[in-house]
C-alpha cells in the first residue's frame, strides 16, 4: 500500500534532522570498555547475554530514567534517558558482541492533557536478549527461546503487548523524537521526523497520524484526511488516530465521515486498554455519557483491575440508575482489589447497593 502522496512543501525543512546510525552510535572509548569488560576474565564463565546483562547492571547502576529520548552515546555518557533509550544502549552494545535482540510493547496509562488538544500516548518497551541456539537447536522448531530481560519496570507485566521486528522499533525511535518536536512547538521538525519514521516502516500508524495532525494544524484539510483515511487502511487503525480523525471531520462538518468515525470508535479492538480510557475519558467532558460507558466497558473487558475506570463505571451506572450493572461491577472489581483500604471501599460501596437495591424492593 503506497503512502499518501501529499506535498511537503508547507512545512520548512530543518537544518538536520538525526540519522538512524547517529542513533545507535557509541564512540571508540564506549566501545573499548564494553569490549574490554565483555572478553575480561571475571566474565568468561557467562554466556554472551549474561555478559551484556551485568555490563548494564555496573554501568547503569546510577542511571537516572526520565522521559528524553537520548542517542546510546548520550545515555552512556549522562547516564539518563528512557526506556527507549535503554532499548537503544542495549541494541548497540549488543551488535558489538552478536547477540540477537527482541522487543516487545508494554502499554502505560497515558498522559492525559487536552491543551492544544492533543494526546499524549507512551508506549515502554521492553527489550529481550536471546540466548544463542546451540547446534542441536539448529533447524528445529523452538516454541520458546531463553531469553534475558533489559527493563527498569521488569515486574510490569500485565499490560505485555505485541512483539516488535527491528523496523518498527527503528519507526517508533524517530516518532518519539516527533513527538518532543510537538511538545517543543516546532511542527515542521515534527512532520520530518515522521517522515523518517515511515521510512523505516510505512505501516507505523502514530507516524501516519502525526503526519495527518501536522497537515491539520497547516489547515490542509484535504491532505489531513488523505493520510488518516491511509491510516483507517492499516492492520492496526489505533483508536488515537480515528480520535483524531473525527476532530477533523468536526472541523469539515462532514456529517457522513463523523458517523463513519464513531461507527469504528465502537466496533475498534485496540489492545492497548488506556487507548479507550482517553476516549471515555472525552466523552465524559462532552456529556456523551452512553458513549463513555461503551468506552469503559471495552477498558475493563481488556483491563478489568483499572481502579479509575471501574470507579469512572460505577458512576456511570448509578447516574443512569442501574443499580444491578453497579452491584456486579464492585463485585467484579472486588476482585481485584488488593490493597486493605481500596479493599475495604469496594466493600462498604457493595453494601450501600445491596442495601438501595433492598429498599427499592420493598417500595415496590
Known sequence: MQLPATSASLFRQPE????????FYLNDEQQQDFLGYFHSQEQATYTAEYRLYNYLQN??????????NNSAQLALEQRRGNCMTLALVTSALAKLANIEVGYKVIYQEPLIDYKNNIFISS????????????????????????????????????????????????????????????????????????????????????????????YHRKNAYAEAAQWFDYGMKLKDNRITLLTNYRDLAIKMDN???????????????????????????DAERNQ?????????????????????ANLALISLYLKEKNFKSAQRLVEQAMDYAYEPERREFYNTKLAALKQHRQNLDKSD
Open 16 to 23: 538536520s534532522l538525526p540519522q538512524l546510525e547517529q542513533l
Open 59 to 68: 554501568k547503569l547502576m546510577y542511571f537516572t530514567y526520565e522521559g528524553a
Open 123 to 214: 508506549n515502554h518497551i521492553r527489550t529481550y536478549l536471546y540466548k544463542a541456539t546451540t547446534k542441536q537447536e539448529k533447524g528445529r522448531l523452538l516454541l520458546q527461546r531463553g531469553a534475558l530481560i533489559i527493563d527498569y519496570f521488569p515486574d510490569n507485566t500485565h499490560l505485555t503487548g505485541q512483539d516488535i521486528q527491528v523496523a518498527r522499533f527503528h519507526a517508533m525511535l524517530f516518532s518519539n523524537l516527533a513527538a518532543d518536536a510537538l511538545l517543543q512547538g516546532d511542527s515542521d521538525k515534527a512532520f520530518f521526523l515522521s517522515q523518517k519514521a515511515l521510512e523505516q516502516d510505512p505501516t507505523y500508524n502514530p507516524a501516519v497520524n502525526m503526519t495527518a495532525l501536522m
Open 255 to 281: 456529517q457522513q465521515l463523523l458517523e463513519k468515525i464513531n461507527q469504528q470508535l465502537l466496533t475498534n479492538e485496540d489492545d492497548n486498554p488506556y487507548a479507550w480510557l482517553a476516549l471515555a475519558i
Open 288 to 308: 456523551q455519557f452512553s458513549h463513555a460507558k461503551r468506552y469503559y466497558e471495552k477498558l475493563l473487558e481488556k483491563a478489568p483491575y483499572l481502579h479509575k
